[in-house]
């Protein structure tokens, strides 16, 4: 799952290419809606979500919906989509590049639920074994037709797949909540900047 290198444009379309999409699984723990069971997470799961309000109005919404076409939410200079010409829809594969402690990584998760409506646009995804994790992650930006606040949530249940994930697990947790942070922070910059 590691690797010294970075990965090439040719081995990261290579490795897209090779995941077949029929073996695409329905959601088990997470929906754009939200959680779907109530029932206690396999063992060493464990769930994080945040959430942060990104601006006011239709103008802010449609700035955020435009972002996440852009998968700005992961354009954070460690990490980022490897291949961002994939659209958001139901059996697509996202490949997402990260670098940490001088190690690359080259993750596929496919996407198993949307939500293209008036006042939500987001999506879940599913790792794949092609992944240092194990689990499902919600990205979801909604307007309150009640204040027309926008807000940004990003939820995620997963455990270490990748051996060195899982001996390095307080490192991972806390590449997690960096992710987070900096998505967060980043979606603020996408709307301000498509603001100004």
């Keep these: 799952m590691f690797s010294f290198y970075r990965p090439t444009d040719v081995a990261i379309s290579k490795k897209v290419g090779a995941f077949d999409p029929a073996s695409r699984s329905e959601p088990q723990y997470l929906s754009v809606h939200g959680r779907i069971a109530t029932r206690p997470l396999p063992l060493f799961f464990v769930r994080d979500a945040t959430e942060s309000c990104l601006g006011l109005g239709d103008a802010a919404f449609a700035a955020a919906t435009s972002a996440f076409r852009q998968w700005a939410m992961f354009d954070l200079g460690w990490i980022r989509v490897a291949n961002p010409s994939a659209v958001i829809a139901l059996?697509?594969?996202?490949?997402?590049?990260a670098q940490s402690l001088g190690l690359w990584s080259l993750n596929l998760s496919t996407i198993v639920d949307t939500i293209d409506a008036s006042n939500q646009f987001g999506f879940v995804y599913a790792t794949t074994p092609d992944h240092v994790e194990e689990g499902e992650e919600r990205f979801?930006?909604?307007?309150?037709p009640d204040t027309g606040q926008v807000t940004y949530k990003l939820e995620a249940v997963s455990r270490p797949r990748d051996v060195m994930a899982r001996l390095g697990l307080p490192i991972t947790r806390a590449f997690q909540r960096?992710?987070?942070?900096d998505s967060h922070k980043r979606m603020h910059q996408a709307i301000h900047r498509q603001a100004g």
Excluded: C, T
Excluded at 178 to 181: G, L, N, P, Q
């Design 91 to 97: 059996s697509q594969i996202v490949a997402v590049e």
């Design 140 to 144: 979801l930006v909604e307007i309150s």
């Design 178 to 181: 960096k992710f987070a942070i």
